[in-house]
C-alpha cells in the first residue's frame, strides 16, 4: 500500500497542468524526499534559499496545512511556503505548529499526521531552577567531577540559609548573578557583589558570576548552539553546525565599580543591540561586529593555535549530559499524553560561556530560542537551521488516492490507535512506520521486557540485534533515513561513544538499547547493516504484524529470563550478493564494532 501511495505521487507530479514533470532535468528538486528502503514512505522535502522544486498534484497539494500562531517567525513561515504549505483554517486539518509550548494535557489532541515543536516536560531543563536542580541532583549521584559544568546556583528564597552559610564562609568575597528562573532576553538580570542587593522575598536563582571569561577584543561573548532532539524514545540529539556568537558592547573589566554596566557583563542580543555602539553583521562571514557565526569563531580560535574539536567535544557532553537529566520527565509524560511518537521534536537553544582557559560552562536552556532574523548572518544561519531540522523531523506527504486514506480529523487518537489491530491498509504501515512501539505483538513486548530486566548486562543486550523484530526493523530504518536527511546538523547521540552516557539513565530505554548496539555491530561495515537492512525492506518485513525475525519468539521462564524459540530458517541470515538499491544517500555511520557475542544461557533456542 506504501509502494502504490509513492507510486502515486510520483505520476502526479510528472503529470501536474503546469507541465513541471518536464522541468525536473533542469534542476528541479522533487518536492519530497523517498526512504533509502524499499516499500517505504516519503517525507517532505524542505528546500535551500535556491533550490527549485516542482510541485504536488492538487491532490497533495490542497492537504499541506500549517497551524500557525502568533508568534511562528518569518524563517519558518519562509521555509514552509517554498513546499506549498499554506495556513489552515480548519481546527485540527494540518501537518505542523511552531509555537508556545502546550501543557502536557493539549498533547492528547494530537493526531497522527500533527507535529508540534516541543515534548511535554522540557521546562525540566528549559527553567532555570529545574535545570540546576535536575543538574544538581546528578552531581550528588554521580559526581561534581562529571557534572562540573555550571555554576554554583542556590534558588531563592527557598535555599536561603544554605545560601547564607556559604556566603558567609565564601561568597562575601565572590560575584554573584541574579537571574529570574523562568525569564529570557536579559530581562531581571544583574551581576551584585553585596549581601542586600539580593530581592529576599522574590523567586529568583543566584549563580556564582564567571568573571574570568575568555576575552577577544577585550570583549566577554558567549554561544547560542543550536541542538535539535528529533526523539526522546529513542533519544536522538543533532547539534547544528553553525550558531551565534554573541558580544558584549563594552570592554569587559573585572572592577566591582563596572557591575551595573550591563553592556560590559551582559552578551544577550535584547541587551546589547540598545547600545550605541552595537555594530550589526551584514556580512555573514564577518568578524568586525558584535556578533559572529560560530563558524568564524572557530576558524578565529584555529589561527591561534586552540584545539577546536576538543572544545566541540565538551560542548557535545555538555549537551547530551544535560538533555538525559530530563529523559525520565518527558518519556513518562509523552507516554501519559502523546498516542504517536512522530507527533512531538525539539528544537533548543544552549548558551555557553569560556572561561579564560576555553573550558565550556553551560549557562542556560532554551526552549523557544529565538528565531528572529535581524541581519544577514541571522537569514543564512536561521534559514538553513529550520530546513533542516523539517527535513529530519519528517513531515509525512498526504496520501493523493482517497480523502480517507489519513484519519479523519474528527477521529480521537485511541480510537484511530485501536483500529491498528485490524486494518492493513496504507496509513497503518505508514502510522507503524513512523511510531516505535505502536501496537505491538506479545512477541516483540517480551522481547521489550527480556532486555528492560537485564539493561544493564553488557554481554546480554550485546545479542538485541542477533534477532530483529518488525518493530526493531521501522525503527532502524526510521533512524538510518533520518540521518540521511540531516543536512548539517550532525548526530551526537547515538554515536560509537555514546555508550560511556547510557550510565546516566535513570534506566536505559529499550529503543536506546537497540540503537547503540545495532551501530556498533555494523561499525566497521555499516554498508552490511544497511544491506540487512534492505533486505528486509524488500520482503516488507517491516510491516509485518508479529513475530520476530528467524521466526522466533520470546517466552518468559519462570526464572524470569527470557526464552528464544527459534526456527531453522532465516530470511535475514541468508548470504546476499544484492545492492541494497538505487538510492545514491548514504546511510548513517556506525560505532566501533565489538566482538559479538551468542546468546548467554538465559537465552535458550528452542528447535
Given at each position: 500500500a506504501v509502494v502504490s501511495t509513492q507510486s502515486a505521487i510520483t505520476a502526479g507530479i510528472a503529470t501536474t497542468d503546469s507541465g513541471l514533470g518536464s522541468d525536473a532535468d533542469l534542476g528541479f528538486h522533487a518536492p519530497y524526499t523517498q526512504s533509502l528502503f524499499k516499500n517505504n514512505p516519503s517525507v517532505l522535502y524542505f528546500p535551500s534559499e535556491n533550490e527549485?522544486?516542482?510541485?504536488?498534484?492538487?491532490?497533495i497539494q490542497r492537504q499541506l496545512k500549517w497551524k500557525m500562531s502568533n508568534i511562528t517567525p518569518n524563517v519558518v513561515k519562509n521555509v514552509i511556503a517554498r513546499v506549498g504549505l499554506t495556513p489552515?483554517?480548519?481546527k485540527k486539518e494540518w501537518c505542523g505548529y511552531w509555537g508556545k509550548h502546550m501543557k502536557a494535557v493539549s498533547f492528547r489532541n494530537l493526531l497522527p499526521f500533527h507535529k508540534v515543536n516541543h515534548f511535554p516536560g522540557t521546562f525540566e531543563i528549559g527553567r532555570k531552577d529545574k535545570l540546576w536542580k535536575n543538574l544538581h541532583r546528578s552531581q550528588?549521584?554521580?559526581?561534581?567531577?562529571?557534572?562540573?559544568f555550571i555554576p554554583l546556583t542556590f534558588c531563592l528564597p527557598t535555599e536561603w540559609k544554605t545560601f547564607k552559610r556559604y556566603w558567609d564562609e565564601h561568597g562575601h568575597k565572590s560575584k554573584w548573578i541574579i537571574k529570574p528562573p523562568a525569564s529570557a532576553r536579559g530581562i531581571g538580570i544583574k551581576v551584585i557583589h553585596k549581601l542586600n542587593q539580593i530581592p529576599k522575598k522574590r523567586s529568583i536563582i543566584i549563580q556564582k558570576y564567571l568573571a574570568s571569561p575568555y576575552l577577544i577584543n577585550e570583549r566577554k561573548f558567549d554561544l547560542r548552539v543550536y541542538v535539535y532532539v528529533s526523539s526522546y524514545d529513542p533519544l536522538r540529539i543533532y547539534v547544528y553546525n553553525n550558531g551565534l556568537v554573541r558580544f558584549a558592547t563594552s570592554k569587559y573589566s573585572h572592577s566591582s565599580k563596572s557591575l551595573s554596566n550591563r553592556y560590559a557583563h551582559l552578551t544577550n542580543y535584547s541587551v546589547n543591540k540598545n547600545s550605541d555602539s552595537y555594530i550589526k553583521n551584514e556580512d555573514e562571514s564577518s568578524i568586525d561586529s558584535h556578533k559572529w557565526g560560530i563558524t568564524s569563531l572557530w576558524r578565529y580560535l584555529e589561527i591561534g593555535g586552540v584545539d577546536v574539536n576538543a572544545i566541540k567535544a565538551k560542548i557535545n557532553a555538555i549537551i547530551i549530559k544535560t538533555i538525559i537529566t530530563s529523559v525520565a520527565t518527558v518519556t513518562s509524560l509523552s507516554k501519559a499524553n502523546c498516542t504517536y511518537r512522530h507527533t512531538c521534536h525539539e528544537l533548543f537553544g544552549f548558551d555557553i560561556f569560556l572561561d579564560q582557559n576555553l573550558k565550556p560552562w553551560l549557562i542556560e536552556v532554551n526552549i523557544s530560542p529565538s528565531l528572529h532574523t535581524s541581519s544577514t548572518l541571522d537569514k543564512h544561519i536561521k534559514y538553513g537551521l529550520v530546513r533542516d531540522v523539517f527535513n529530519t523531523a519528517g513531515y509525512m506527504v498526504p496520501d493523493p488516492n482517497t480523502k480517507s486514506s489519513r484519519p479523519s480529523a474528527t477521529d480521537s487518537p485511541k480510537r484511530i490507535s485501536t483500529q491498528l489491530n485490524t486494518e492493513q491498509d496504507d496509513i497503518?504501515?505508514?502510522l507503524l512506520y513512523f511510531n516505535p512501539g505502536l501496537s505491538l505483538?506479545?512477541?516483540e513486548k517480551f522481547k521489550h521486557s527480556a532486555f528492560a530486566q537485564r539493561c544493564w548486562d553488557a554481554n546480554f543486550i550485546s545479542t538485541i540485534t542477533d534477532r530483529l523484530t518488525p518493530d526493531d526493523a521501522r525503527v532502524l530504518m526510521k533512524f538510518e533515513d533520518e540521518v540521511s536527511r540531516s543536512g548539517d546538523l550532525e548526530l551526537i547521540f547515538p554515536t560509537e561513544s555514546s555508550s560511556k552516557y547510557l550510565k546516566y539513565f535513570a534506566h536505559p530505554n529499550y529503543y536506546d538499547i537497540l540503537l547503540l548496539q545495532w551501530r556498533k555491530k555494523y561499525a566497521k561495515d555499516p554498508q552490511k547493516g544497511f544491506t540487512r537492512l534492505q533486505k528486509m525492506a524488500e520482503n516488507k518485513f517491516q510491516f509485518q504484524r508479529g513475530g520476530a525475525q528467524n521466526g522466533s519468539t520470546w517466552l518468559r521462564r519462570t526464572t524470569h529470563k527470557p526464552v528464544i524459540k527459534t526456527s531453522t530458517v532465516s530470511m535475514d541470515t541468508k548470504r546476499t550478493n544484492e545492492k541494497p538499491g538505487e538510492n545514491t544517500r548514504k546511510?548513517?555511520?556506525?560505532?566501533?564494532?565489538?566482538k559479538s557475542t551468542d546468546c548467554d544461557s538465559a537465552l535458550i533456542p528452542l528447535l
Open positions: 527549485k522544486l516542482l510541485k504536488f498534484p492538487r491532490s489552515s483554517k480548519k550528588l549521584k554521580y559526581s561534581k567531577k562529571e557534572y562540573d497503518s504501515d505508514r505483538s506479545t512477541d546511510p548513517a555511520h556506525f560505532t566501533k564494532k565489538e
